[in-house]
């Protein structure tokens, strides 16, 4: 089933076996064999691959393999480093080289680029009006390794196929590649065609863009930048790594100086249009994981909260606003267990407020035996008439 991995440790090799195991990531660790994590979980490396613990030596032949003299460089002043990686059979990887205890270390994320549906990635559908903003902020938030990227490179490729518009990212590395549909698509990637996340944002506002996306906001001057380019009139996509909607709003304007923090929360009351939250949990089929999604849509009153600084008080609105794409981590979760993609135990695990979460499901099953018995009264209903019309 797989390519032997010879004592020169074979990156190719290994990150092959990777995707024929539905790897999302790889570790290789001066001393240990190569570790794969599946379905978010770690384990070590098939026997069958003959993978043997790596040497130190080895490790640093890979850097020089894979890495340029300037990110050589860059590993060597930082003592870590992000690049992007393609194999000879087109899959794509976002890879990380570091130091630890002296030595080289490296991590590997696998990046399909089989771009699926909101509905092929079991996303809600409210997802699709945001790709139809004119503009405005959007941020998808979550912890490392939640799908954040594979979102935005689904909100895009909508973007590709339904509007004629120029979109142009900013990452490091570049992760997903569009190719032209109905847009015209541009990647620009950190360290090679940019020198910060910031310049490049200011620079696109002369580039004639429609749709910029920020592979993340990393400081307050990208910060500064996203918030510039969504009032100006452009539709701005970016991350952050927080693991609630209203938790994304608290850090955008808890990055802001003190003295500056009122202005901010005007400023992004007025830019912002919606935050996605989201986590992987394992569905209850045991085959893959989905995401599980908390959305805020940024209305009037919504603006008017950050504005007033009473963010906490967005959580009750996300609970109320159903109508308007609105929904809630704990909500998102009981649809997900109706639905019988995840498990009531799962779906515990995970949940903000095991009370809310229970309130949630039994008031479901109230609703369905409800109308269980609405439907057993109507054939009821239905049979008596019946008899009374066959009677002489």
Same mark, same amino acid.
């Given at each position: ?6 004592? *020169? ?45 790596? +040497? ?35 899959? $794509? ?6 130091? +630890? ?12 680029? $089989? ?27 979550? *912890? ?61 506002? $002369? ?35 927080? *693991?609630? &909607? ?26 912002? $249009? ?79 407020? %095991? ?8 008031? %479901?099953?109230?609703?369905? +035996? ?9 054939? &009821? ?12």
């Amino acid at each position: 089933m797989f390519a032997h991995v010879s004592a *020169a440790l074979d990156l190719n090799a290994l990150l092959a076996a990777g995707v024929a195991l539905g790897a999302s990531d790889l570790h290789l660790t001066v001393g240990s064999r190569p570790v794969y994590r599946v379905l978010g979980e770690l384990a070590p490396a098939p026997s069958e691959l003959g993978a043997a613990p790596i +040497e130190a030596a080895a490790m640093e032949r890979l850097a020089a393999q894979i890495a340029s003299e300037r990110q050589r460089e860059e590993l060597a002043r930082t003592g870590h480093l992000d690049l992007g990686y393609s194999t000879p059979d087109g899959e $794509r990887f976002r890879l990380n080289l570091y130091r +630890e205890l002296g030595r080289l270390a490296l991590a590997a994320r696998h990046l399909d680029q $089989r771009l699926l549906s909101l509905e092929g990635l079991g996303l809600p559908k409210q997802l699709a009006d945001i790709a139809k903003l004119p503009s405005g902020l959007v941020l998808v938030t979550g *912890a490392t390794g939640s799908g954040k990227s594979t979102t935005l490179a689904t909100l895009l490729d909508l973007i590709n196929r339904i509007r004629a518009a120029h979109i142009l990212t900013v990452e490091d590395p570049v992760e997903f590649v569009h190719g032209p549909q109905r847009c015209v698509i541009h990647h620009r990637e950190l360290g090679t065609d940019v020198v910060s996340f910031a310049a490049a944002v200011q620079a696109a506002l $002369r580039e004639d863009p429609d749709v910029i996306m920020i592979g993340e906001m990393r400081d307050l001057d990208t910060m500064r930048a996203a918030i510039t380019a969504a009032e100006t009139g452009h539709l701005v996509f970016s991350t952050l790594h927080t *693991a609630e &909607a209203v938790g994304c709003v608290e850090r955008l304007v808890g990055s802001f100086p003190g003295g500056e923090q009122d202005v901010a929360r005007h400023r992004i009351g007025m830019a912002l $249009r919606a935050v996605v939250a989201q986590r992987l949990v394992r569905r209850s089929s045991g085959r893959g994981r989905v995401a599980v999604v908390e959305i805020l849509m940024v209305n009037a009153a919504a603006a008017n909260l950050i504005e007033q600084g009473k963010t906490r008080q967005l959580f009750s609105l996300m609970e109320s606003s159903a109508a308007e794409g609105m929904r809630t981590l704990d909500q998102s979760l009981a649809d997900l267990v109706n639905r019988g993609v995840l498990s009531r135990a799962e779906a515990l695990l995970h949940c903000k407020d %095991t009370r809310t979460l229970e309130r949630l499901l039994e008031r %479901t099953v109230r609703l369905a +035996e409800e109308a269980e018995q609405a439907a057993r009264q109507a054939a &009821a209903k239905r049979n008596g008439l019946d008899r009374l019309r066959r009677q002489p």
